[in-house]
C-alpha cells in the first residue's frame, strides 16, 4: 500500500517510478552474493548493499550518511548477524519500521575470541550455514514480497542443491589430508574449520585492522615451531607482511585463502561463493597434503 501510494504520488509530482522500486539492501558482500542466489529472475527488485562491496568484514565499521541514505529506500535490510554490524542500534533508532531479517538465526554460534564482538561473526563460510542464511532470508523475502513467493522458494531450492553439493565436494576434498592444522590470518575461518574438522592452531592477528606488536609475532613464530611448521594462510583483503616475516624466521608454507568478503571481476556470477570456496579446497589440499622439508 506504502509502494502504491507513492507510485501515485510519484506519477503527479514527476518523480521517476524507479526511486520506489522495490528495494533490498544487504549490510556487506557476502550476505548480498547469497542474497542475490534468492532474487534469481526478480529483476524488479534492487539489490545492492550497504557498505562499500570492498570494504570486506565489517570489523569497527563506521556508518556513513550514504549507506544511512541506501536505507531509505529499503523495504529489507539483509544483516549477517552475530555480532557481525555492530551500528545495529543506530540503523534500528533512525529506521524503526524497516523489516530486518538476521541471516544467521539459529546457527549454532562460536565463541570470538577478539575483545570485538561475543561471538565469531564469519558464519557464511560454512557452506551449510551460509545455506541456513539463505533460508532465513528467503523466509523474509516472502514475507515482504509475497507475489514473488514462489520464484524465491524455486531459487531457494536451487541454492540448496548447489550448496549442499558444495559441502560434500569439500567434505570429500578435505577428508585424507596429511596434517589438519592451520593458522589463519583473521578469525575467519572456524566454522569450515568446525565443519571439515580441522584445527585453526591460531590467528595471526585477532584484530584485522591493527598492526602486530614485536611480541606478538615472536609468540606466533615459537608457536609455529612447537606445533612444527602449520602453513599459514593470508587473505587477499589484508596485508599479508606478518605471515611473510614468521615465513622467512621459520620456515613455515605460506598461502592464501579467501574469506569470500569482496568482489573480484568475476563476482558478478551468481556462483562466484562456489567458486571462491572450490579456489580455497584446491589451496587447502595442496598446503595440507604437504610434508615440511624446507627448515631452519
Ligand atoms: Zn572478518
Redesign the pocket.
Known amino acids: 500500500m506504502k509502494k502504491l501510494l507513492a507510485l501515485i504520488l510519484a506519477a503527479l509530482l514527476g518523480i521517476p517510478a524507479c526511486a520506489f522500486a522495490d528495494t533490498v539492501v544487504a549490510s556487506f558482500f557476502p550476505v548480498r552474493l547469497l542474497a542475490e542466489k534468492l532474487l534469481r529472475g526478480c529483476d524488479d527488485i534492487v539489490l545492492t548493499s550497504l557498505s562499500d562491496p570492498q570494504t ?2 565489517l ?1 569497527d565499521y563506521t556508518l556513513t550518511s550514504g549507506d544511512l541514505r541506501k536505507l531509505t529506500d529499503a523495504d529489507l535490510f539483509l544483516i549477517n548477524g552475530a555480532g557481525m554490524e555492530s551500528f545495529l542500534e543506530m540503523v534500528f533508532d533512525a529506521f524503526p519500521s524497516l523489516p530486518v531479517a538476521d541471516a544467521s538465526e539459529g546457527i549454532d554460534l562460536l565463541p570470538s575470541e577478539s575483545g570485538e564482538t561475543p561471538m565469531n ?2 558464519v557464511w563460510l560454512d557452506p551449510l550455514q551460509a545455506l541456513q542464511m539463505c533460508r532465513n532470508m528467503a523466509e523474509s523475502l516472502k514475507a515482504v514480497f509475497p507475489d514473488r513467493a514462489a520464484v524465491i522458494e524455486d531459487n531457494l531450492a536451487l541454492t540448496a542443491e548447489e550448496l549442499t553439493s558444495l559441502d560434500a565436494e569439500l567434505r570429500e576434498g578435505l577428508s585424507s589430508l596429511a596434517r589438519r592444522d592451520i593458522i589463519t590470518f ?3 575461518f572456524p566454522y569450515f574449520a568446525r565443519r571439515y574438522d580441522l584445527t585453526v592452531d591460531a590467528v595471526i592477528a585477532l584484530e ?1 585492522d591493527e598492526a602486530l606488536s614485536a611480541g606478538t609475532l615472536a609468540a606466533l613464530m615459537k608457536q609455529v615451531v612447537q606445533l612444527d611448521y602449520p602453513p599459514l594462510f593470508t587473505e587477499p583483503q589484508y596485508p599479508s607482511l606478518a605471515a611473510q616475516v614468521i615465513h622467512q624466521e621459520t620456515g613455515a608454507p605460506v598461502y592464501e585463502l579467501d ?1 569470500c ?1 569482496t568482489p573480484s571481476e568475476d563476482s558478478a556470477d551468481i556462483h562466484y561463493y562456489e567458486e571462491i570456496m572450490r579456489k580455497n579446497l584446491a589451496v587447502l589440499q595442496e598446503a595440507l597434503g604437504y610434508t615440511a622439508t624446507e627448515r631452519h
Open positions: 570486506g568484514c570489523h561473526a564469519h583473521h578469525e575467519a584485522p574469506p568478503v
